[in-house]
């Protein structure tokens, strides 16, 4: 059973940085990918970022030269950089996870079969 568990949100001013973790337990697929989603009250969901097991990634145009996503050594747990934070990236931020997936890094949800809770992002303006 895959898992998904979020760390890292909360609130921040204008300019500022976070770091937003995910954690993944039950991946069994060599060829697997990670990405991160947010969501706003009344908005659809978005795709931020994505990575592959390859370490491929795809970013939004939203996340580009301010969202740096990565791995740590084992590619179990997946990481998104948040620097020169704006007050419209305050959203629900939400990881999720794919098995048997090569190409392009997706970040379009319906690629996905796995999600985490999320976790909140405020950025004061």
């Known amino acids: 059973q895959v898992q998904l568990v979020e760390s890292g949100g909360g609130s921040v001013q204008a300019g500022g940085s976070l770091r937003l973790s995910c954690a993944a337990s039950?991946?069994?697929?060599?060829?697997?990918?990670m990405g991160w989603f947010r969501q706003g009250p009344g908005k659809e969901r978005e795709g931020v970022a994505a990575i592959l097991s390859d370490d491929d990634t795809d970013y939004a145009d939203s996340a580009k030269g301010r969202f740096t996503i990565s791995w740590d050594k084992a590619k179990t747990t997946m990481y998104l950089q948040m620097n020169n934070l704006k007050p419209a990236d305050t959203n629900i931020y939400t990881c999720?996870?794919?098995?048997?997936?090569?190409?392009?890094?997706?970040?379009?949800?319906?690629?996905?079969?796995?999600w985490g809770q999320g976790i909140q992002v405020t950025v004061s303006s």
């Open positions: 999720a996870a794919v098995e048997d997936v090569v190409g392009v890094p997706p970040i379009v949800d319906y690629e996905y079969d796995y």
């Open positions: 039950g991946l069994t697929n060599r060829n697997y990918g």
